[in-house]
C-alpha cells in the first residue's frame, strides 16, 4: 500500500504569490489532516477534514489559508498572498477512523512539503 | 492552550549507550505517542499507548504511559547509529470535534557518535 503523498516536495514563491499543497491520503483513509513544523519545532496543528467537510480549522490562520478535501483527489491546502513567515514544512496525515482507541484512528504522516517563501 | 514538556532538548550519547526521554502536561488525557523524525521526512509512530500504567515494547525501544495520565518516558536501550532523529511525544485530544487533532512536544533530539 502506497503511505500517505505530498506534492510537491519542495515549493519556492516570492511574496504575495499563491501555494497550493496537494495530499493525497492512504488508500481507505477518510479523515485528513495539516500540521506545519517551523525550524526546530514540533508540528502544529492546523486543520482536520474529512470528505467535502472541515471538522476542526482551529489551528488554521483565518485569513489567507484555506483547506478543502474534495470527494474525488486530493487534499488542498492553499495559502494565498504567501508572506516569508509561511515559510515551513507542512505536514498531511491520514486515519482510517476515529473514536476508537485501539489503533485504527492512528494517523500517518506524509513527507511533507517544505514551501520557501523569497 | 495545553502544552507539552519534553526533555532534554538534545542528547549526544555513544553507539551502545542507553537513551532516556520525557514528556510530561499539565492536564489528563487518554493517549500518549511517540513519534520519530528524520531528516526531511515525516514524522513515523513508533509507539501508541492508551492506558494508564501501560507499559509498550517496540524493538528496543520501550515506553510508558504514566499512572497520573500526565506523563509518559521514552526509551531506547543499546543504541545504534540509525537511532539518529528528532523523537517527539504527542497526545491527542480526548473528545469532541478537535477528536482528531495531536499535540506534540517540542522533541528531543539525538546524536549517536559511532
Known amino acids: 500500500n502506497a503511505g500517505v503523498m505530498q506534492n510537491p516536495r519542495h515549493l519556492v514563491r516570492r511574496r504575495g504569490q499563491e501555494a497550493r499543497l496537494r495530499c493525497s491520503p492512504m488508500?481507505?483513509?477518510?479523515?485528513v489532516y495539516w500540521y506545519r513544523q517551523l525550524p526546530e519545532e514540533g508540528l502544529k496543528f492546523m486543520v482536520y477534514l474529512q470528505k467535502e467537510n472541515i471538522i476542526d480549522e482551529s489551528g488554521m490562520p483565518k485569513e489567507r489559508f484555506s483547506a478543502e478535501f474534495p470527494k474525488e483527489g486530493p487534499s488542498i491546502l492553499r495559502i494565498q498572498q504567501v508572506v516569508r513567515g509561511d515559510s515551513a514544512a507542512y505536514f498531511c496525515a491520514s486515519s482510517p477512523d476515529q473514536l476508537t482507541g485501539n489503533g485504527t484512528d492512528t494517523q500517518y504522516f506524509g513527507p511533507g512539503t517544505r514551501l520557501t517563501v523569497l | 492552550g495545553q502544552q507539552l514538556n519534553q526533555s532534554p532538548q538534545s542528547m549526544f550519547i555513544q553507539e551502545g549507550e542507553d537513551v532516556s526521554m520525557n514528556c510530561t502536561s499539565s492536564?489528563?488525557?487518554?493517549?500518549w505517542l511517540w513519534y520519530k523524525q528524520d531528516p526531511g521526512e515525516g514524522p513515523v509512530l513508533l509507539i501508541a499507548l492508551y492506558k494508564a500504567g501501560e507499559l509498550t515494547s517496540n524493538g528496543r525501544l520501550t515506553a510508558q504511559f504514566g499512572i497520573t495520565r500526565k506523563d509518559s518516558f521514552l526509551n531506547i536501550s543499546a543504541s545504534i547509529p540509525s537511532d539518529v532523529g528528532i523523537y517527539f511525544c504527542?497526545?491527542?485530544?480526548?473528545?469532541?470535534?478537535?477528536?482528531?487533532?495531536?499535540?506534540f512536544g517540542q522533541g528531543t533530539i539525538l546524536t549517536v557518535h559511532p
Open positions: 488508500k481507505g483513509h477518510s479523515h
Open positions: 504527542a497526545r491527542r485530544n480526548a473528545g469532541g470535534t478537535s477528536y482528531g487533532k495531536l499535540t
Open positions: 492536564s489528563i488525557f487518554n493517549t
